[in-house]
């Protein structure tokens, strides 16, 4: 038997819709402008949406992500079907996924972004429309991801936007900028990860507030480094900082950061394996071994490690008693003779340490 589901009261409307999910609201109110309506004053709906592109656009909520994918084929729309995702079939309006994305914002109440993907294959023009809806709203954007974009100019006249959209949790960057490129980042979501950072400089990790910042292709140097750690050291400063990892051809051993000389690592058994689990998910792991202790004034342990050879890399992990873990690690025979060449291949970098520069930089403290 039928039942008048718009005629039902206000209040009982919403305890219903908030008992389906987001196809079967989207489909109800497909019907009519009258249910569309029905849909849009059941409340706000405590789901996020992602902007995966024109083609495709998801929604996540109650354990599953439903996914909204494009079909020319008029006898497709409104098919489901579900393999570790939950995918529907639906004919894009006339404006494709960035008229879409608008609607469902709209029509469920939604006001977080779970993620925001840049790449190459969406045209720009649509990207700009989505950030000019999102900062206009001042809607919550959990994660911004730029991967490869053809146009690198566009991408840059782009990068401005940025720091106008409230980005809390993750800024991902891997496009390439070409040399000249300067940006100045001025808002700091909790994670950010740039593959090429030659332009983020000094200047700018210092004022970064992140929780964890991944620098690839960095132009950092040791003395870069030693100031970052000095200001580290006092109390108070950097307090949300837990993970720093820097890649960078200009950390060497000519000088000294925090009176050491790289390679800064420690060869022991048991080796110390240092962990830090993010966000309660056991895929977010950071892991670092055989670092050094330091500590900040107000005591605070952290451990850092940097490595030269083929890849001169920086690891720094901050101890917090919530999500850290420091364990030792029993070596064989055949691992600890292992780990003895390694040290002795990253000595030998084919630079002599500078140790003069090393002691007028201490006797300067």
Known sequence: MPIALLKFPTDLLRDVFKQCNPFELYCLSKCSKRARNSVKSGGKMNWKISYWGSKEIGICGDGWNYFFEANEEPENYFKRWQLSHKYMSI?????????????????????????LLVQFVERFDNISKVAKVLMERDMEIEILSIGFFQDVQVLANFMPLINQMRIT????????????FHYQLVNYPSYIQIIYAFWFDINQLLSCTSTRIVLGDSVLS??????????????????????????????????????????ITT??????????????????????????????????????KVELGTFRKLEFLVCNPDNTKVEDIELSDEEEEFEDEEVDDEGSDGEEPDNEGADDEKSNE
Do not use: H
């Open 222 to 263: 040791n003395q870069d480094l030693n100031v970052f750690f000095r200001k580290w050291k006092t109390a108070g400063a950097f307090p949300n900082l837990q993970c720093l990892i820097i890649m960078s051809e200009n950390i060497d051993n000519k000088s000294a950061i925090l009176d050491m000389v790289p390679p």
């Open 91 to 115: 004919e894009f309006p006339n404006g494709g996924g960035v008229e879409l994305f608008i609607y469902l914002i709209d029509t469920l109440g939604i006001c977080i972004v779970r993620k």
């Open 267 to 304: 060869v022991e058994n048991p080796r110390k394996q240092v962990s830090i689990q993010f966000g309660g998910d056991q895929n977010d792991e950071v892991m670092t071994y055989d670092a050094v202790q330091i500590f900040k004034e107000d005591g605070t342990e952290a451990w850092l």
């Open 169 to 180: 949790k993750e800024f991902e960057l891997g496009r390439k900028f070409p040399p000249d």
